[in-house]
Every structure is written in C-alpha cells, then in structure tokens.
C-alpha cells in the first residue's frame, strides 16, 4: 500500500493458499500443494502463465521475502530478464533448525551456507533490524545490505479503547502491556 501511495506499481506473486480469495489487483499465484498434516501448503514453484507475463510487466526490480522455492524462481526470473534482486532477511533461520531431525550443527551450517549462496546472487539485502543485519555479515562476510524496520499501519491503533477487553478478563484496575508482534 505504501509503495502504491508513493507511485510505484506493484505487482505480487505468491503461492495459493486454500480458502483465499485475492481481492486486491496484480497479485498473480503459483500453485501450492496442501500438506494436512502440517496445516501447510507448499509452493510448485512452476507457472507458464506467470513465465509469459513477467517479461510483459517490465519490473524495475523483483524482491524476494524467502530464499527457497520461490525465492529461488526470483533469482532465475532476475537472472534471465536482467532484472535487479533484493532479498529481505526477515528472521534468524538457523533458529528453524530444531524442525528438522539431524545434527543441529549440520543443518544450521547448511542453512548459513544455502544463505550465503542466495544472497550471492542478489543485489541487495534488506533486513529489519541491524541484529539481523550483523548476523548476515557474520554469515556470509559481505555487507550489501540495508536495514529499514518493518513499517505497521498505526492508523487503526490511534482510537483503540481496551475498556472492553479490561473488562473481559478483571482487569480494570490493572496495568497492562499490549504487543504485536511474532514470536517464533
């Protein structure tokens, strides 16, 4: 919304989701497989009608939020059309490592490895804060990124009146603390 507000157009391709229904314009979807089990979907990371119309949007720039499967689709589409890439580092990954069954050490060194080598190929690396920032130098000894925080709209939160909730759970009489965030 910020980028559209400032001029830019933008157009959004990401993988389907069960049950979504895009209601904004220029959002174009790979196909994703359902994974039960997980409540998971997992990206096929193949689409020839998205292979037709990149090259007919003329980007400026592709920026890439994940560094597998689609993340991987941006670098060949940045590479074949000769596009600018810029990746945002969102999290520490090789705290995912507890989710696979192997040596921790083997998997968190792929991870910083498997990194290292996406980020190679990009042109710029965006992270939102300057730990995160540190940690992929520390990573991959390269410094070509930037930290702008993750931007929220405020907008809703200015006229917000917790009576209601206070008054849910007993506690009018207490201070409280709210937060939005990711705990992960």
Known sequence: DALTRMGHQVFVFAQETRGYEDREPFIFRYPGIEIPRYDYSFSLPVSPYIDWVLPALKPD????????LLGQVAVEKSEKHDIPLVFTLHTRITQYSYMLPFSQVFIQGMMVESLARYIERCQHVVTP???????????CGVDKSTTIPTGINLAPYQDADGAPIRRKYGLELKRGVGTNGRVS
Request: net charge neutral; glycine share 0%.
């Open 61 to 68: 720039v592709i920026h890439s939020n994940h560094s597998v």
């Open 129 to 139: 804060s300057d730990n995160i920032r540190q940690m992929l130098a520390n990573f």
